[in-house]
């Protein structure tokens, strides 16, 4: 089962993104690092497996020192 949007923008504001705003359905989230990632629907939606995967990359580079 898909995880909602809700739960990865969690995951990303715990792992130091900021959210940055956006038009419409999208947001635009950053890391101090220069690191950004867009997520676009509602926040009540399934995500899509792009989307999971581009968060979990995301992470895993903001991580590496």
Do not use: W
Not at 7 to 18: S, V
Not at 24 to 34: I, M, V
Request: aromatic residues 6%; hydrophobic residues 25%.
């Amino acid at each position: 089962m898909p995880r909602k949007l809700r739960e990865l923008i969690k995951d990303l504001e715990k792992a130091g993104f900021i959210d940055r705003g956006g038009k419409g359905s999208h947001r635009n989230f950053t890391h101090p690092q220069g690191l950004c990632v867009t997520l676009s629907g509602k926040e009540g939606a399934d995500a899509k497996y792009y989307q999971e995967k581009q968060v979990k990359k995301v992470i895993e580079q903001s991580q590496k020192p």
